[in-house]
């Protein structure tokens, strides 16, 4: 079974600052979402990428697709503690279509 | 709001007994996902269902199963509960059976069997 690794799985920062959190596969992918969720509750879409080296902006949120489609990052300018949850991407593999979740990186940005 | 509903949204029950959980997909979505989220293992993809077909399996028991219905709901069926099998359970839906992989999280089951 091929994994989508995501580091750290845990990160606490102070409001503020800048952070960057990580998903990396062997595996190639023909499109990649990440998601936000707080407990309790679903996971929300954030955004999708599909292409290599792709960049989508979301406010304060910078997503990249790896060149290769096998990674991507998450880059949060002047983090706000809304924007604690738990970060999960998940990637639809090219080989069979399936789509695997990353565990997730839990972020707690303190006030 | 995502569109997509589960109920019940709390359920307790005892070992060895069954249940169903039940999902209402976004309007207009043809597919449903079931997924298993404990603490350790994070976010299991158990099945998917597009209309009304199963197109996709995951780690699903044979303890478990799932069907989707003509107007698109979809139900999970579990039985012979064990402990282990407290979680949330989600559904989550999408326009088409493959697409780009996106999907639509509903609010959870969170199940807990004593």
């Known amino acids: 079974t091929q994994l989508l690794e995501q580091s750290p799985q845990f990160l606490s920062i102070q409001e503020g600052e800048n952070l960057t959190v990580y998903c990396n596969s062997s595996?190639?992918?023909?499109?990649l979402q990440w998601y936000r969720q707080e407990p309790g509750e679903g996971p929300v879409l954030l955004v999708t990428v599909v292409t290599g080296g792709e960049v989508k902006k979301l406010k304060r949120l910078t997503f990249q697709f790896g060149d290769a489609r096998k990674d991507s990052s998450l880059h949060i300018t002047a983090a706000q503690p809304g924007d604690t949850g738990l970060y999960l991407c998940a990637g639809r593999q090219d080989r069979d279509d399936k789509i695997i979740f990353g565990k997730g990186t839990r972020l707690h940005i303190l006030p | 709001d995502s569109g997509v509903t589960q109920t019940p949204k709390h359920l307790i029950t005892a070992t060895g007994q069954r249940v169903t959980l039940r999902c209402s997909p976004r309007s207009g979505d043809l597919s449903v996902y079931w997924y298993q989220q404990s603490l350790d293992q994070g976010l299991q993809f158990l099945i998917q269902?597009?209309?009304?077909?199963?197109?996709a399996k995951g780690n699903i028991l044979e303890r478990f199963s799932a069907q989707q219905f003509p107007d698109l709901h979809s139900e999970l069926n579990l039985s012979s509960l064990e402990l282990g099998d407290s979680a949330l359970y989600f559904c989550a839906s999408s326009p088409t059976g493959v697409g780009r992989g996106e999907q639509y999280f509903g609010p959870g089951t969170r199940l807990t069997v004593t």
């Open positions: 595996s190639v992918f023909s499109s």
């Open positions: 269902y597009y209309n009304g077909e199963e197109r």
